[in-house]
């Protein structure tokens, strides 16, 4: 199945993580989606030679080609989404999506509120802005060109910070605040889906992002970014610009 050791350890969960799979559930569930595809697969190249002719008037009797009724084919093909009943669900899980991840941007800033060195936290990014529409990753959706609203991945939080020293504090409260909301809500987001920008209260000036490790220096390749772990849990990604606008 093209797995490794590390990526079996790496998906043992933790209790931080509750929300996800035991590594054999994990494991089943990827066999099972493959196992889907190569049978879809099959049948689809079983079927390619499969057309639906149709009569040309223009067609003359020495003429012995194939017409084939594209719309038909398309509409009968089980990658492309159907009606617009599939497209509207598509669409309200989206929504629903970004509305989690509000959720738990509202419990991680309620969680920080505690802390006297955050003076400000401000959710911006796609979770706090109207959804746009756009031509998804989804395969279904991107083959046919059909636009859906866009895809939430993480909720991405600018935390003004007066003491670049309490910044594991401020780690564990947003782990914290993550496991409450998956307890009192079985809302289910990672830390990591939390994003969390450093602020300079005074010049407004972009510092760095909140580490997702739980030690400082982790040893990862990501940990060897020029001034990244400057200051412990603080850091930095090559090439990245922040624009405040955002």
């Given at each position: 199945m093209g797995l490794n050791p590390r990526s079996?350890?790496?998906?043992?969960?933790?209790?931080?993580?509750?929300?996800?799979?035991?590594?054999?559930?994990?494991?089943h569930d990827i066999y099972e989606e493959r196992r889907e595809k190569a049978v879809m697969k099959k049948a689809r190249k079983e079927q390619v030679a499969i057309v639906h002719p149709v009569t040309?008037?223009?067609q003359s009797p020495e003429d012995n080609t194939t017409y084939v009724d594209f719309e038909k084919y398309i509409?009968?093909?089980?990658?492309?989404?159907?009606?617009?009943?599939?497209?509207?669900?598509?669409?309200?899980?989206?929504?629903?999506?970004?509305?989690?991840?509000?959720?738990?941007?509202?419990?991680?800033?309620?969680s920080l509120s505690n802390i006297p060195e955050v003076k400000k936290v401000v959710l911006f990014g796609s979770v706090a802005k109207p959804l746009e529409k756009e031509v998804p990753r989804f395969r279904?959706?991107?083959?046919?060109?059909?636009?859906?609203?866009?895809?939430?991945?993480?909720?991405?939080?600018?935390?003004?910070?007066?003491d670049l020293r309490r910044l594991k504090v401020i780690q564990k409260a947003r782990s914290?605040?993550?496991?409450?909301?998956?307890?009192?809500?079985?809302?289910?987001?990672?830390?990591?889906?939390?994003?969390?920008?450093?602020?300079?209260?005074?010049?407004?000036?972009?510092?760095?992002?909140?580490?997702?490790?739980?030690?400082?220096?982790?040893?990862k390749d990501q940990c060897r970014v020029?001034?990244?772990g400057e200051y412990r849990f603080l850091q930095q990604h090559e090439g990245f610009k922040f624009e405040s606008k955002n």
């Open positions: 079996l350890i790496k998906n043992i969960p933790s209790r931080s993580e509750p929300w996800k799979l035991p590594v054999k559930a994990w494991i040309d008037p223009k509409s009968e093909d089980k990658d492309i989404p159907s009606n617009s009943k599939e497209i509207h669900e598509k669409n309200q899980a989206m929504l629903h999506r970004q509305e989690q991840f509000r959720i738990a941007a509202k419990y991680v800033a309620d279904k959706f991107r083959r046919a060109g059909i636009t859906i609203r866009h895809e939430c991945q993480d909720a991405d939080m600018a935390v003004w910070i007066s914290q605040a993550l496991n409450n909301l998956f307890a009192e809500k079985q809302i289910g987001v990672a830390h990591h889906q939390v994003d969390i920008f450093v602020i300079e209260p005074k010049t407004n000036r972009y510092l760095g992002r909140l580490c997702i490790f739980s030690s400082c220096p982790k040893g020029f001034r990244c």
